[in-house]
């Protein structure tokens, strides 16, 4: 058997000398997992279909030189400011699928539009199926 060189250093035996982790508090651990869950919650956000007052439109779709581009808006028409609503856009090719890509259009205030374009990078894209797949009410 081989022993490190820490081990002869040591002279501790190499059965030995190899780290067991600690065993995890439980308390700590699932305090732990639950600051994680928040942590992937991001701001907490609740699922597009609770707000009817939201509409999507898509744009056109285009291609560049770095991918496919699909122009997207987010009509408010509630009575309260919406913080933050993520569009999700899967795009596909003679209906095959190439790839999924998103983006967040913040602070989109009763009665008026957000806009913005979501990027595909890589991939050149002849279709998109958009849809608001998380919204954040606004911070104040």
């Not at 081990?7 to 067991?20: D, F, G, K, N």
């Not at 279909?49 to 030189?65: C, E, M, S, V, Y």
């Not at 990027?119 to 199926?129: T, Y």
Request: some cysteine.
């Amino acid at each position: 058997m081989m022993m490190t060189s820490l081990a002869r250093t040591l002279s501790v035996r190499p059965a030995l000398a190899r780290h067991v982790p600690a065993r995890q508090h439980p308390v700590r651990g699932v305090l732990v997992r639950g600051l994680l869950v928040l942590a992937a919650c991001g701001a907490c956000a609740v699922p597009a279909l609770a707000d009817p007052a939201l509409k999507l439109k898509q744009g056109d779709i285009f291609t560049d030189p770095v991918g496919s581009v699909m122009g997207v808006s987010v009509a408010n028409e509630g009575q309260t400011t919406i913080g933050a609503a993520v569009v999700t856009c899967d795009f596909t090719v003679s209906g095959k699928a190439v790839g999924t890509a998103s983006t967040t259009i913040y602070n989109i205030v009763a009665g008026s539009t957000g806009k913005d374009q979501v990027h595909l990078m890589g991939s050149v894209a002849d279709a998109a199926r958009c849809a608001i797949s998380s919204t954040a009410p606004a911070a104040n």
